[in-house]
């Protein structure tokens, strides 16, 4: 496997606990490429100690921004594959592997399907992907993209997505894709879209937004 193909998108907020544990795993497969989203502890630090390409927002931004700067720092170094990764321990690195061997076989998207959903808002999202494009888990942290897909879209999200458009606009858009079960652990910190109704609410409104945007079908790729 050549490394150096390969572009691990990890944002991170206050993420000192687990940061360097994550990058020690990741790096087997690609090389990290942290965003510190504002951070006021030593995620940034870490993370360079650790070896990682560290963006820092001087403010925090959010998680769509974070992957925004993200995507753009490594399309600009010259990766061929981009994958999202959560920085808080949540999924497992060794299933990189496999995400990456799809790419190989020509795929330009591999989606993360969770073996388990936090809140009725993901699974009411998800059944909607799943009969409106085929994304059986749109909120899915844990995502791979052929870097044309990144540059055919100009940017990885313009709503706040909770990380969903980019691979939205690409399966509507006729991308070759296909999905991979994901085991997630327990998270080593706080939701990273707050608790209970504003998380909820969030998820809604990324989901209505996405149906008014690419509401139609997938074209066959």
Request: aromatic letters at 8%.
């Amino acid at each position: 496997m050549e490394r150096s193909r390969v572009a691990i998108v990890i944002p991170a907020l206050n993420e000192a606990r687990t940061i360097g544990a994550v990058l020690a795993r990741v790096r087997e497969y690609g090389d990290p490429v942290v965003v510190d989203d504002g951070s006021t502890d030593d995620t940034a630090r870490l993370a360079r100690e650790a070896g990682a390409e560290v963006v820092s927002h001087p403010v925090n931004q959010g998680y769509d921004a974070a992957l925004n700067t993200g995507f753009a720092r490594a399309a600009e170094l010259g990766y061929r594959y981009l994958i999202t990764v959560d920085a808080d321990g949540q999924h497992n690195p060794a299933q990189l592997s496999e995400m990456i061997g799809y790419l190989d076989q020509g795929y330009q998207l591999v989606l993360g399907e969770r073996d388990r959903m936090q809140r009725a808002a993901e699974t009411l999202f998800a059944l909607l992907a799943a009969r409106r494009w085929r994304v059986r888990d749109p909120l899915c942290g844990m995502k791979a993209y052929a870097v044309e897909l990144y540059r055919e879209a100009g940017q990885f999200d313009t709503f706040r997505s909770i990380g969903s458009e980019l691979a939205v606009r690409s399966v509507v858009g006729g991308c070759r894709f296909t999905s991979m079960a994901i085991i997630t652990r327990d998270r080593a910190d706080a939701p990273r879209f707050g608790r209970r109704f504003q998380a909820n609410w969030k998820i809604l409104r990324a989901m209505l937004i996405l149906l008014a945007r690419y509401g139609r079908a997938p074209a066959v790729a």
